[in-house]
């Protein structure tokens, strides 16, 4: 009995050692892999406008443009009473006397107001950058993925090459081609690390960040359809100034130009000048409408590949669902297997991509003036 009760014990404090250890090992490898912090593409958008630089730069060129416009209307003000005129009993400014002050306050005005829209638009040209980087690493992601099972088949085809010179069913040169594609491999898969460090490094340049940061990427890259009803509404809207702010710029920049064309010399180069921003503008809006039009086809060209990419990835998931009966049948390798897998990986690639300019697209569909801010 006293033999039983003394098993027993030696029987629980071994089961209880055995969970301290466990435990332990659980806590140690917690400790060793720290919890990466995460970040959605909404996060990465506003930690870049935070902290750009070049968003400060154009913040700070808004409030000089506002001081120069307050200080050229306080000019004005002060040109409109300077001249005591006795028969109105108050002061005015007579022709010939004003010195160009409205006009250089009207002009100083326009000025802030596209000092301000330009702000807007390189907010906007930031966004769509910090996007672009954002679905860069998810891509790359991806590719490492596939060049680590590329690597995976290689190695193996190496091994059986080797094998089978051994036994005599393979020769040297075989051998010397699968270490060529091993190798191969391996680089490729160097390459795509090395692209998905760059990415990182551009987007925490970005975000103002630690260049050594590697946040886990939270929000997916979903493919939604963009419904057009009508083009040519959306064409309207692209080229409406108000709903443009690159247009809006630049139309204002051609108003501005009637301001300042009298303090141009000679005369006729003023003149000169409001014509050729008449032109820009005028450009521009013919730019706008073509691009939208590229665009729409654009977006048409992606969503029917996507349908075939689907397909295609479809198909390879079932391919592989099949090999991998007939691999635990004992009818074909586990070469064949890898292979399949290979060709969902690369289904799941090019579905992605497809994914990342079809929303890229759609994003510079909604706002056209993106494509100029390249």
Known sequence: MRRAVVITLATFAMIFCFALVSFASEEEQNLQEPVREELSLEDAINNALKNSFSIQQAELDVDRANEVRDKAWDLHGYMMQRTWVETEQAYMTLPGMDDNSLFQALGADRAAHIQKRTFEITCDALAMQVTQIYYDIIKKQNEIETAKLAVEIAERGCKIA?????????????????????????????????????????????????????????????????????????????????????????????????????????????????????????????????????????????????????????????????????????????????????????????????????????????????????
């Open 162 to 374: 080797r094998m089978q010179k051994q036994v005599g069913m393979g020769t040297e040169a075989t051998v010397q081609a699968k270490n060529a594609e091993l190798e191969n491999a391996r680089s490729a898969l160097e390459a795509a690390q090395a692209g998905l460090e760059n990415a990182y490094r551009s987007l925490n340049k970005l975000m103002g960040k630690d260049e050594k940061l590697r946040p886990q990427l939270t929000t997916p890259v979903n493919f939604e359809k963009l419904e057009i009803p009508s083009l040519e509404a959306e064409i309207a809207r692209a080229m409406n100034p108000n709903q443009n702010p690159y247009l809006w710029s630049l139309k204002e920049g051609h108003e501005l130009k009637k301001y300042t064309w009298t303090i141009t010399q000679p005369a006729e180069a003023g003149k000169i000048d409001i014509d050729k921003a008449k032109l820009t503008y005028e450009e521009a809006r013919v730019e706008t409408r073509n691009k939208m039009n590229e665009l729409n086809e654009t977006l048409k060209t992606l969503e029917a590949s996507y349908i075939s990419a689907q397909e295609a990835l479809s198909t390879a998931q079932l391919n592989l669902k099949n090999a991998q009966i007939l691999y635990e049948a004992g009818m074909i390798t586990k070469d064949d297997v890898l292979n399949s897998e290979m060709a969902v990986a690369r289904a799941e690639n090019a579905l992605l991509n497809l994914t990342i300019s079809y929303e890229l697209s759609k994003l510079n569909f909604k706002k056209p003036w993106l494509s100029f801010m390249a």
